[in-house]
């Protein structure tokens, strides 16, 4: 007799074989993160085993406290299969379904370390999207606020702080119960018409690593999906956000004003001219 484990296992493998050989069906893919997060986690289950159940194809990247806290037998049991990343996914969406507050403080503040966190670093970098339950890590979340009642509010404010840097890089910030749903309408707007390597209107790339930007305000959305080490070249009288600086610099992108790139031309004409006279 076939188990439902067993009939799991055939589904995902018709499904990917369909899509290997050419099945004009989209495969809906996703990787699920998890840390070792525990609380909101026994809600988790049953939504990811709804989208398994509805044919999602979903594999998980893990923390080694994940490996160690949560139940993997469970999650082998509804269909999510572990992966060992040795190098970034083509997965179009990541769902960090057990989103702990030390990793939301490592992503806030650009510490890249544990599988999860180059997971998540991988999307952010190539402008996929991001869905992160944040009900372990938010001060103000029912079940935290019930398990740690007395948390000093200078603290709380902290983690809030880190969530906040999460919402700006783009991430988007769920209940524990709100995964299914998060998850099916992201896919639904998000992935048939990704921005995943898309240029932002405005942006035309010159010569790389040179992109020019023609918006007279440059902000974190303009900076975010460039790659590391480009040249932003912006109007001189473009005005740059705080947070767009501080993205540029954190993803080392050179910011460079027309006006700043003549004058430094003209002195470079004028150094030769000095060289040849003398």
Not at 18 to 29: C, D, H, I, L, W
Not at 76 to 100: M, N, W
Not at 201 to 214: D, L, M, N, W
Not at 261 to 270: A, H, P
């Amino acid at each position: 007799m076939v188990t439902v484990e067993q009939l799991r296992v055939i589904v995902r493998e018709v499904v990917e074989a369909f899509v290997t050989e050419g099945g004009s069906m989209a495969p809906r893919r996703a990787l699920v993160a998890l840390t070792g997060a525990q609380l909101g986690f026994e809600v988790a289950l049953p939504q990811l085993e709804a989208l398994v159940a509805d044919g999602w194809i979903l594999d998980a990247v893990e923390s080694a406290a994940a490996r160690e806290r949560l139940d993997q037998d469970r999650l082998r049991a509804i269909g999510v299969r572990a992966l060992t990343l040795g190098a970034p996914t083509d997965h179009p969406l990541l769902v960090v379904a057990a989103l702990s507050a030390n990793t939301a403080a490592k992503l806030a503040h650009g510490i890249d370390d544990t599988p999860v966190t180059r997971a998540i670093t991988d999307f952010l970098l190539s402008n996929r999207p991001v869905i992160a339950v944040t009900t372990a890590a938010s001060p103000d979340s029912p079940e935290r606020r019930a398990l740690y009642p007395d948390t000093p509010e200078a603290f709380r404010a902290v983690l809030r702080a880190n969530l906040q840097a999460l919402r700006s890089f783009g991430v988007h910030l769920v209940a524990v119960q709100e995964i299914e749903a998060a998850v099916r309408e992201t896919w639904r707007v998000e992935v048939p018409g990704s921005t995943r390597g898309r240029r932002p209107s405005g942006v035309t790339i010159i010569e790389a690593p040179i992109v020019r930007c023609h918006e007279r305000l440059v902000s974190q959305r303009l900076v975010q999906p460039l790659t590391p080490g480009t040249v932003l070249r912006i109007d001189a009288a473009a005005i740059v956000t705080a947070l767009a600086r501080d993205t540029a610099r954190a993803r080392a992108i050179v910011v460079e004003r027309e006006e700043e790139k003549r004058d430094v031309s003209r002195q470079s004409r004028g150094n030769r001219r000095l060289h040849a006279e003398g």
